[in-house]
């Protein structure tokens, strides 16, 4: 029995009773020929080794990614901006010195579970040691409120910053909320894991507690090799022709891109972020979705690119951009046999370039979506952290460099899954019930991050935002437009995206009805009757502040009405037009009401424009 036959791995084996020819089978054209592609070569790849082994325990070069953390971590020692963590509710009659056994088979089987990292003339090495794991259990159970106690305890222990150079980098702590009720707590730091490899590590160490539980084996395959062997592998690459080929690619394809997406919101940006970050939670129409589907079986392309497609469109009504980037993250090399169940950082982030030129329609948005996404995956090997050293991006403490906003799509259906997330409800394990125990892990190392979550039965969404820099309520207006314009776009894709709204039909009411109720003016005529009107209710009030000056409501209608008496002896009047040509102040105001007041037109002139614009102008309306 491997680990995957213990509990599905999210996004690829967790697909109900559906099997992997029928799961194949949903597949679009593309897909399929881009599975078929993978699964030969993973069967060449298969045949002969490809990744040598290491000898020793070190010091071994750091991959790249890991360099990059190593430097970020020396900048903020404690922050636990790159803990991955989360918790697993488990009821039954958990044994913990079991337990504690099979957390020492899995750290001794992938090395780099075992992993320090110390510095030699300024670079992070690894090393690795013998050391061994213990599994502390945190007693609740007779606090006044033991849920409430293990959701503090949880955060808590996935808040608590790591130790690069001393270690372990890796904890599983339990909270006993009940004599059979747990919750298992497991962290790494970033370093050593992603969160595909997350899922593998808890797969293995379930695996095993139910194979020694029945007195059988291990069941776990030999590793091939060791996460070290791979990233020294991965350094030779990039000395490679397939390195410099993936380079070019990228080069060209992000030549004179913005590195900024300003999302508007509501607190400046601190000179340094601080990493803080909170998490909604947003449910979609099963009927969008249903949609969805049937555009995808129609344009020939995936839910990937669909739900991105809406994403760069709603960005563009926000932003302004025609020109952007997201980013994504993907699994930069789990093709072969040598790498499948191998634990270790090996995430890799693709920036995805949108293109919202010439107002578009949805479907050519989505056709170049498509392109963008093929020529991406196609080169997914490249570094990210290359990729901003090589386009030069400014280094910028307030801010993620090149993308500010997080695309990733989690789906229980499709083999081709690029981003392994979260567990949906329970998993099965014999004499256990298993279930994620939901937190807020309250960090946030983007501005936001936008997830689409998709099963058979349910389409989700879920906002991750920096509280740096947004509240929650707008987090929340910005889920609400993002689900309305998904709705619009799959409704009429033919449309013009500069026409399709931010809002429903529900929320454009309460906007325009509840919030703001029509006025009664049926005894008004004008606006100039109304300003009259508030200058006889309030003549002392202020109506006009500028700088240093204010003007009462009865002072601005006295003055206006001296200069309106004065047009209209100068033969002012209906159809008649009068030239405006003043700097900002109150005197242009009470110029606008007293040409109003005499029943002429005004022509706004900027005393800032050149003589022969203003000439030109002048001649042109003839006022």
């Known amino acids: 029995m491997s680990a995957k036959d213990a509990i599905p791995m999210p996004g690829l084996e967790s697909g109900g009773k559906r099997t992997l020819a029928e799961r194949i089978a949903k597949l679009s054209p593309e897909q399929r020929a881009l599975y078929e592609r993978k699964s030969s070569a993973l069967q060449l790849k298969s045949a002969k080794p490809r990744i040598p082994r290491l000898q020793g325990s070190g010091p071994f070069p750091a991959s790249t990614d890991q360099t990059a953390l190593w430097f970020i971590q020396q900048l903020d020692p404690g922050t636990s901006a790159y803990n991955i963590g989360n918790g697993f509710r488990v009821k039954g009659n958990l044994d913990v010195v079991l337990f504690e056994t099979c957390l020492n088979v899995v750290t001794q089987r992938h090395q780099i579970l075992r992993t320090v990292f110390k510095a030699i003339d300024g670079k992070p090495f690894q090393f690795v040691t013998d050391m061994k794991f213990s599994v502390p259990v945190i007693d609740v159970r007779?606090?006044?409120?033991?849920e409430a106690a293990a959701h503090e305890a949880v955060t808590r222990l996935i808040r608590e910053p790591f130790d690069l150079?001393?270690?372990?980098?890796?904890?599983?702590?339990?909270?006993?909320?009940?004599?059979?009720?747990?919750?298992?707590?497991?962290?790494?730091?970033?370093?050593?894991?992603?969160?595909?490899?997350?899922?593998?590590?808890?797969?293995?160490?379930?695996?095993?507690?139910?194979?020694?539980?029945?007195?059988?084996?291990?069941?776990?395959a030999s590793l091939p090799i060791q996460y070290a062997d791979w990233a020294a592998w991965r350094d030779r690459w990039e000395q490679t022709e397939d390195f410099r080929r993936k380079e070019n690619y990228w080069l060209n394809?992000?030549?004179?891109?913005?590195?900024?997406?300003?999302?508007?919101?509501?607190?400046?940006?601190?000179?340094?972020?601080?990493?803080?970050?909170?998490?909604?939670?947003?449910?979609?129409?099963?009927?969008?979705?249903?949609?969805?589907?049937?555009?995808?079986?129609?344009?020939?392309?995936?839910?990937?690119?669909?739900?991105?497609?809406?994403?760069?469109?709603?960005?563009?009504?926000?932003?302004?951009?025609?020109?952007?980037?997201?980013g994504t993250p993907v699994?930069?090399?789990?093709?072969?046999?040598?790498?499948?169940?191998?634990?270790?950082?090996?995430?890799?982030?693709?920036?995805?370039?949108?293109?919202?030129?010439?107002?578009?329609?949805?479907l050519q948005v989505l056709e170049r979506?498509?392109?963008?996404?093929?020529?991406?995956?196609?080169?997914?090997?490249?570094?990210?952290?290359?990729?901003?050293?090589?386009?030069?991006?400014?280094?910028?403490?307030?801010?993620?460099?090149?993308?500010?906003?997080?695309?990733?799509?989690?789906?229980?259906?499709?083999?081709?899954?690029?981003?392994?997330?979260?567990?949906?409800?329970?998993?099965?394990?014999?004499?256990?019930?298993?279930?994620?125990?939901?937190?807020?892990?309250?960090?946030?190392p983007v501005d936001l991050q936008i997830t689409f979550g998709e099963s058979p039965d349910l389409l989700s969404l879920m906002f991750e935002y920096n509280t740096d820099i947004f509240e929650a309520a707008t987090v929340q207006r910005l889920a609400n437009h993002l689900i309305s314009l998904l709705s619009a776009v799959l409704s009429n894709p033919e449309r013009s995206i500069a026409t399709l709204p931010l809002l429903s039909a529900e929320q454009r009411r309460h906007v325009l009805e509840d919030l703001n109720p029509a006025p009664n003016v049926s005894a008004v005529k004008d606006a100039i009757s109304l300003f009259e009107s508030q200058a006889v209710q309030t003549p002392e009030a202020v109506a006009l502040s500028f700088r240093e000056e204010s003007v009462s409501y009865a002072d601005l209608n006295a003055q206006a009405n001296r200069l309106a008496h004065y047009l209209v002896a100068q033969g002012v009047g209906p159809e008649k037009l009068v030239a405006i040509c003043i700097d900002r102040g109150v005197g242009m105001i009470v110029a606008m009401l007293g040409i109003l007041k005499a029943g002429g037109a005004y022509l706004p002139l900027d005393p800032g424009f050149p003589r022969e614009r203003l000439a030109y102008m002048l001649a042109d309306a003839a006022p």
Not at 142 to 146: I, S, V
Not at 337 to 361: C, F, H, K, Q
Not at 399 to 416: A, D, G, H, K, N
Request: charged share 20%; glycine share 6%.
């Open 331 to 362: 699994s930069a090399d789990r093709d072969s046999e040598e790498t499948s169940n191998l634990i270790g950082y090996m995430l890799n982030t693709l920036v995805l370039r949108a293109d919202l030129s010439g107002n578009p329609t949805f």
């Open 142 to 146: 007779h606090q006044p409120d033991p």
């Open 253 to 326: 394809h992000l030549k004179g891109v913005p590195h900024v997406l300003e999302v508007p919101a509501d607190r400046p940006r601190p000179a340094v972020q601080s990493h803080g970050g909170a998490r909604a939670p947003f449910e979609i129409p099963q009927e969008t979705a249903r949609r969805m589907r049937a555009m995808n079986r129609q344009a020939g392309t995936s839910s990937f690119m669909t739900l991105l497609a809406a994403l760069n469109v709603f960005l563009w009504r926000y932003t302004g951009q025609e020109d952007f980037v997201v």
């Open 369 to 444: 979506v498509r392109g963008t996404c093929l020529g991406a995956f196609a080169n997914k090997e490249y570094p990210f952290r290359h990729l901003v050293d090589r386009l030069k991006v400014e280094r910028d403490m307030s801010r993620m460099p090149l993308y500010q906003v997080e695309y990733l799509y989690i789906s229980t259906e499709s083999p081709m899954q690029q981003t392994p997330g979260l567990p949906e409800g329970k998993v099965e394990l014999p004499g256990f019930e298993f279930s994620v125990f939901g937190i807020d892990r309250k960090t946030s």
């Open 165 to 220: 150079e001393q270690g372990p980098l890796a904890r599983v702590p339990l909270v006993r909320i009940a004599d059979d009720d747990y919750v298992m707590v497991g962290v790494l730091h970033h370093i050593v894991t992603d969160w595909w490899s997350y899922y593998i590590f808890y797969n293995e160490l379930l695996s095993l507690y139910h194979a020694f539980s029945q007195g059988q084996p291990d069941p776990l």
